[in-house]
């Protein structure tokens, strides 16, 4: 049985995720949007890889490595891209991006994780992270939540339910220009007008989301 990509996420959420739903992310419609252009189904397979790091479903095994579940596929094809082209460095995924180099498979494999529930962290409060994420204004681009925004724009990653430790480490690598990603220039920006303490603090108010 041949399943196109929207058939895919509504039996998908029909069969599996039924009690996830109704999570404002995760309906058949977010699914196939934040999809792309790849095709899930034949994702699974390829991804058996990354799965080692980045978990069956994206919720990956170590705080240091980033879930990709319902992470945007297009995002997730950029990273790749920036990891071959060097503007960001890490020593197995700049290893790894240099082998991805047919087209067709890294959409396959972005489409899988992005077609998975989005990420979600464990509730954690914290006060002074929530005041600088609308200070900074950091939800204008990544949405209240960080859950994206606006919803399906994939310049802008999801980043609420993130691990911690991995969010401090992007934010720090803005900050030393080790990533130099964001050809906009803001996350640089924005994170060098913060102390350590802050991006700890912020960092821990979107791993809770
Ligand atoms: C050996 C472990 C390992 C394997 C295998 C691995 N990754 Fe990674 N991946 C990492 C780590 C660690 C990072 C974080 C790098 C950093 O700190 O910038 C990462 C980062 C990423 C990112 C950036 C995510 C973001 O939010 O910006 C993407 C996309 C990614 N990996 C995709 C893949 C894909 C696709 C595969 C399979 C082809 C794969 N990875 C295999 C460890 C791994
Ligand atoms: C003007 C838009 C804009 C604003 C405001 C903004 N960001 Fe970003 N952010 C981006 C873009 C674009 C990227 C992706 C860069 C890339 O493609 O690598 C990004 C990436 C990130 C990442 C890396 C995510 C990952 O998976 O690796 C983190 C963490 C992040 N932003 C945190 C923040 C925080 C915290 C704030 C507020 C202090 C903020 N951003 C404000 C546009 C913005």
């Known amino acids: 049985m041949a399943l196109t990509k929207s058939g895919f996420a509504v039996v998908l959420c029909a069969a599996l ?8 992310d995760d309906s058949p419609e977010d699914i196939n949007k934040r999809v792309g252009n790849g095709n899930p189904v034949d994702g699974n397979d390829k991804a058996a890889l990354c799965k080692g790091c980045h978990g069956e ?36 995924m700049t290893e790894i991006s240099a082998t991805l180099t047919n087209r067709r498979n890294l959409a396959d494999i ?3 994780f992005a077609s998975q529930n989005m990420m979600q962290g464990m509730p954690v409060k914290n006060d002074e992270g929530e005041r600088i994420y609308l200070e900074k204004g950091c939800m204008n681009c990544h949405g209240e939540i960080g859950k994206g925004k606006p919803a399906y724009n994939a310049l802008f990653p ?28 803001i996350m640089g920006l924005l994170a060098n007008q913060m102390t350590d303490s802050e991006i700890e603090a912020v960092a821990e108010f979107l791993s809770g989301r």
């Not at 879930?67 to 890490?90: C, H, M, P, S, V």
């Open 17 to 24: 995720f039924a009690a996830f739903c109704a999570h404002a």
């Open 158 to 185: 999801v980043i609420g339910g993130q691990y911690k430790e991995y969010l401090v480490k992007q934010m720090k690598d803005f900050k030393t220009g080790a990533r130099d990603t964001d050809i906009s220039g």
């Open 110 to 112: 972005s489409a899988y």
């Open 57 to 92: 479903v994206g919720i990956s095994v170590s705080p240091n490595i980033p879930k990709l579940a319902g992470q945007y596929a297009e995002y997730i094809q950029r990273q790749i891209f920036n990891f071959q082209e060097g503007t960001r460095r890490d020593t197995n």
